[in-house]
């Protein structure tokens, strides 16, 4: 048997992470083999959490380039689970190919565009090749309505990747962002 590849997308504050662990939970509720991964974006490494707004933690291991996966993968593994997946090398993209060929299934969640508008490659890749995407939403710090796509940067400074929160980023809706961008 193949695994299957899940993909979860949207913006920033849209449930991507919680969605994930969702999945996590009913596969460990199954007394499946599970393994979550991060990138480690400040060379930090070893075992760190992933965590839900709600309390449901996991341990995460950080890797800063995609094959490093392998190192972790054995027979019993039944699903991957990869966090922030836009901040991953696209080589991530055979990887996982390789991980369902195994039998293993794949979740991963990360972000669909840049505050630009543009596509993070990785993560559009793997919307390509999935068996099931989620897109999610997020609630719009502009209207209030349960409808927003776009991470908006409120600060000028920082590049394309730049790594913040509430202090850089809002989540908008299409409407919103048009008004914000004077469109
Ligand atoms: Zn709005």
Redesign the pocket.
């Not at 719009?140 to 309505?145: Q, S, T």
């Not at 908008?172 to 962002?177: P, S």
């Given at each position: 048997m193949v695994g299957k590849i899940t993909v979860i997308t949207g913006p920033m504050y849209s449930g991507k992470t919680t969605e994930l662990l969702s999945f996590v939970e009913i596969y460990n509720i199954g007394k499946k083999k599970t393994i979550v991964f991060k990138p480690s974006l400040d060379d930090r490494y070893g075992i760190d959490t992933v965590a839900t707004h709600t309390g449901f933690q996991v341990k995460a291991h950080r890797i800063s380039k995609s094959d490093e996966i392998f190192d972790y993968i054995n027979e019993d593994v039944d699903a991957v689970f990869i966090d922030e997946v836009q901040f991953l090398d696209v080589q991530l993209i055979d990887i996982v190919k390789k991980l369902v060929f195994k039998g293993i299934d794949v979740f991963c969640a990360g972000l669909d565009i840049s505050y630009l508008e543009n596509p993070f490659e990785t993560t559009a890749k793997l919307l390509a090749i999935a068996d099931e995407v989620i897109k999610k939403k997020a609630v719009?710090?502009?209207?209030?309505?349960h409808?927003?796509t776009y991470s908006y940067k409120i600060v000028p400074n920082g590049g394309e990747i730049d790594i913040g929160g509430k202090d850089k980023y809002i989540a908008?809706?299409?409407?919103?962002?048009r008004e914000l961008k004077n469109l």
């Open positions: 719009c710090e502009k209207c209030g309505e409808r927003a908008v809706c299409r409407e919103c962002l």
